[in-house]
C-alpha cells in the first residue's frame, strides 16, 4: 500500500530543489533545443531536473512508474496504468524559462489506479508553491484556496493559449473561439504555461482556461488542485477529461464550465458554415 504522506513529502522536496535549479539557470545563456515542433523547446535543464526526479522517486519507491516529458519525447509514450505512476513535466513554460519571462513551473503529479492522488504545481521565480492531496483540499505556500464564485461568463477573465494557433490543425478554431471569448466574456489571458494556469484558476485570479494540443504532464497535477479548490476541468465537448489526450476546459464551477461549451460549440459551428460557403 502506498503512504500518500511519505509520496508527497518527497515529491515536495524534490520540487523545491528543482526550483532552485530554475531560479539559478533562468538568467543563464541556454542550450536550446526543438522537439517535435518548432515551439516546443527543450533545456538541458529540462532533462537534469527529470533525469534527478526519476532517480530519486525510484530509489525510494522502486515499484513506481514514471511519465514525464522528456522521457516521453525520447522513448514514446507509455500506457497509463492502475500502479502507482508519477506524471512529471520538469519545466513547463520552457519557452518563458528560455526568454526570462517568470512565469515558469515545475509539475509534478501521483497517480494511482488512474486518479491523481498527490499534485504539486511551483514556480520558485514568483515564489508561488500550489499544491494538493486527493481530499484535503488545495493550497498555495500553505495557505488554503479557492475558486471564484462568478457564475456568469460575461463576468469572467478567461485565460487561453493563442500560440498554438501556429499549428494548422488548430488555426481556425482558436481564432474563432477566441473571437467568441472577446465578446462573451470580461476578458482573456494567455501565461504560456498550462499547469501554471490551471493552477490561477485555482487560487480565483481567472475563472477559467481553455487549451488542447497538450498533453497529460501539463494537466496532471493541476487538475487535481482545480478540483480540490472547488472547480472542475472537463474536456472541451463537455465529456469527462481523457487525461492522455487532453482537450481542457478548466474552470471555478460547473456554470461557467458548461457556458464555455455551449459557447465553443457555436463558434466552432459558425467556423464550419463560414468554411462549407
Known amino acids: 500500500m502506498t503512504d500518500i504522506d511519505e509520496c508527497y513529502n518527497l515529491a515536495s522536496e524534490l520540487v523545491l530543489l528543482a526550483g532552485e535549479i530554475i531560479q539559478d539557470s533562468i538568467n543563464k545563456k541556454k542550450t536550446t533545443h526543438c522537439k517535435s515542433i518548432d515551439w ?3 533545456t538541458e535543464y529540462d532533462h537534469k531536473i527529470e533525469d534527478e526526479m526519476i532517480k530519486r522517486l525510484t530509489k525510494r519507491f522502486p515499484s513506481h512508474k514514471f511519465i514525464g516529458e522528456e522521457s516521453v519525447a525520447k522513448n514514446g509514450l507509455p500506457k497509463l496504468t492502475d500502479d502507482p505512476t508519477w506524471i512529471i513535466d520538469p519545466i513547463d513554460g520552457t519557452t518563458n524559462f528560455v526568454h526570462q519571462f517568470p512565469h515558469t513551473c515545475i509539475s509534478l503529479a501521483l497517480l494511482i489506479n488512474k486518479k491523481a492522488e498527490i499534485g504539486i504545481v511551483y ?11 486527493r481530499n484535503c483540499g488545495a493550497f498555495l505556500n500553505g495557505k488554503p484556496i479557492q475558486t471564484s464564485h462568478i457564475q456568469d461568463l460575461s463576468e469572467a477573465l478567461v485565460a487561453m493559449e493563442p500560440w498554438l494557433a501556429k499549428d494548422k490543425t488548430y488555426l481556425v478554431s482558436v481564432y474563432t473561439r477566441m473571437h467568441a471569448l472577446i465578446q462573451g466574456t470580461h476578458g482573456i489571458r494567455s501565461l504560456g504555461t ?3 494556469t490551471l493552477c ?7 475563472e477559467a482556461y481553455h487549451i488542447e494540443g ?7 497535477a493541476g487538475k487535481l488542485i482545480i478540483e480540490e479548490a472547488g472547480g472542475i476541468v472537463i474536456s472541451t465537448n463537455g465529456d469527462e ?17 458548461e457556458q464555455l461549451v455551449e459557447l465553443f ?5 459558425k467556423s464550419i458554415n463560414k468554411n462549407l460557403y
Request: aromatic share 8%; charged share 20%.
Open 200 to 206: 490561477y484558476v485555482a487560487m480565483g485570479a481567472v
Open 265 to 269: 460549440k457555436k463558434a466552432d459551428l
Open 40 to 42: 516546443d523547446l527543450v
Open 194 to 196: 498550462a499547469a501554471l
Open 214 to 220: 497538450i498533453d497529460a504532464w501539463d494537466v496532471a
Open 241 to 257: 477529461l481523457d487525461l492522455m489526450i487532453p482537450k481542457v476546459i478548466a474552470a471555478c464551477n460547473r456554470s461557467i464550465a
Open 123 to 133: 514556480n520558485p521565480v514568483m515564489k508561488q508553491f500550489f499544491s494538493a492531496k
